[in-house]
């Protein structure tokens, strides 16, 4: 009975692609130290976190969710029955694996995803195909704020993983797109407390058309809905 009912993240390929990743991911995770002479010096001079660690100096660099945050990412996407995602921030393509996933097994749809690297952008198709998911994504190369101007109405999910400062301008650009009750997911929000309180305060107010709540799973994730119009 359970054989027949519709998990990618327990059948190969994408089960042993997500598994692959991971392992990788967690051997460099140490790799960040490589760029402390950076950030000193960068800090020494004034600039800002995003100013010293852009995404060319991180090009190399992983830096997904974790196994549980994916889980967990799967399971709002199955929830919801989405079939429309957004994704600021594809990486190697670890967290657009997960969304795709539920796409998939939701039925089908396209997940849209946004990465400014171009290496990056190249490994995150070559994973998305190995997974046996390259009919469910369009990972955008470029930057997000041009990249994502042209989404489909009836966005169902949204999840923010890329650079800090740009958490909220893609937030106000993708909100016409929202459905009524879609979910927002961030990432991050423990570790980057500070750059982050504009886009915790925005959907927390309460008056810019989101329920929210930080979720404790792994490095803070805030969980916000969007409501429908009175
Ligand atoms: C934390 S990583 C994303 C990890 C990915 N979500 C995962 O779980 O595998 C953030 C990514 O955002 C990308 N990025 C940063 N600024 C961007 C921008 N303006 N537009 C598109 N991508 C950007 C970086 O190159 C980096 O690969």
Do not use: C
């Not at 001079?45 to 990412?73: H, L, N, Y």
């Not at 795709?100 to 070559?126: C, F, M, P, W, Y």
């Not at 990249?147 to 169902?156: R, W």
């Not at 309180?197 to 969007?226: A, K, M, W």
Request: net charge negative; glycine share 8%.
């Amino acid at each position: 009975m359970a054989d027949s009912l519709s998990n990618s993240l327990r059948s190969d390929p994408t089960r042993s692609t997500l598994e692959r990743l991971h392992a990788a991911a967690r051997r460099e995770r140490f790799k960040f130290l490589t760029l402390a002479p950076r950030f000193i010096v960068g800090k020494l001079q004034g600039k800002s976190f995003s100013q010293i660690v852009t995404p060319a100096a991180m090009k190399d660099f992983f830096i997904p969710i974790s196994p549980e945050q994916g889980r967990f990412v799967y399971l709002v996407a199955r929830t919801l029955g989405a079939r429309n995602i957004v994704e600021f921030g594809t990486s190697f393509g670890i967290s657009t694996l997960y969304l795709a996933a539920a796409v998939k097994d939701n039925g089908g749809g396209q997940v849209i995803g946004t990465e400014i690297e171009a290496s990056k952008h190249a490994r995150a198709l070559a994973h998305i195909e190995e997974a046996g998911l390259a009919g469910f994504v369009d990972v955008r190369l470029g930057d997000a704020l041009e990249t994502l101007q042209n989404i489909p109405d009836s966005v169902d999910m949204v999840l923010i993983d890329g650079w800090k400062d740009l958490y909220l301008p893609v937030l106000k650009l993708l909100e016409p797109s929202l459905r009524p009750g879609a979910v927002v997911l961030a990432d991050n929000i423990f570790t980057f407390k500070r750059d982050l309180e504009p886009y915790v305060d925005y959907v927390q107010s309460g008056r810019n058309g989101f329920e929210s709540t930080t979720l404790e799973i792994s490095d803070g994730f805030e969980y916000s809905v969007r409501l429908n119009p009175l």
